[in-house]
Every structure is written in C-alpha cells, then in structure tokens.
C-alpha cells in the first residue's frame, strides 16, 4: 500500500510557474511508475504526464508538452511536476498516482491539489 500527498498548489496568474510535488509513503519502492492527472468539475480526469520507475522514460499530453517537467528523487520518495508558462486552462484539481510496474491501471491515488490560473 502507498500514500501519496501532493502539496505545491496555488494561485498564479498566467505565464507563471508552480511546482508541484507528490509525496509516497508507507510500502514505498523506486518500482513504481508514477503520473499527473488533472480534473475540473464536471470534466473526466485527463492524463498530464508520466515517469518511469528510473526516470529515464517520461512523456505527456500535448497540452502540457514544452511548458511542464515531470522528474523524481527515489531517495526523497518524491516526484515533482514543474508547471511553466502557465495558461488559464490549466486551471484544475491536480493528482499524483504511483502504478506498480506488473499493473497498467494507477490504484493509488493522491488527495489532489488545486492550481488556479488567472488571465
């Protein structure tokens, strides 16, 4: 079993940075791949971006893709997503989830924290 809390969320106006982060604890491994969801009401979750369990492969949605960074620290049990350029729809409930390496699906989830963009 792994908990995850993600804290870093704010309020910032467009073209600002934040950097989220995703803390692991309990059962926590280096295997597990890791990723960033995001959520505005009465939207479906969308896929933001994913780390591998080294850190070597990583990807994302064309969305975010050349303004966000997603990285990790094994030894901290922390992955990071580090949000540039920031645009007004990125506005959302943002989640970190751990998925082990044998599984497809993410069964651990974060509580969620909340970036606002203002224009």
């Known amino acids: 079993q792994v908990q995850l809390a993600e804290s870093g969320g704010g309020l910032v106006q467009a073209g600002g940075s934040l950097r989220l982060s995703c803390v692991a604890a309990g059962r926590t491994s280096s295997t597990y791949h890791m990723g960033w969801f995001r959520q505005v009401p009465g939207k479906e979750r969308e896929f933001v971006a994913r780390i591998s369990w080294s850190g070597v492969d990583t990807a994302y949605s064309d969305s975010v893709k050349g303004r966000f960074t997603i990285s990790r620290d094994n030894a901290k049990s922390t992955v990071y997503l580090q949000m540039n350029n920031l645009k007004p729809e990125d506005t959302a409930v943002y989640f970190c989830?751990?998925?082990?390496?044998?599984?497809?699906?993410?069964?651990?989830w974060g509580q969620g924290t909340q970036v606002t963009v203002s224009s």
């Open positions: 989830a751990a998925r082990p390496l044998s599984m497809s699906q993410y069964p651990y």
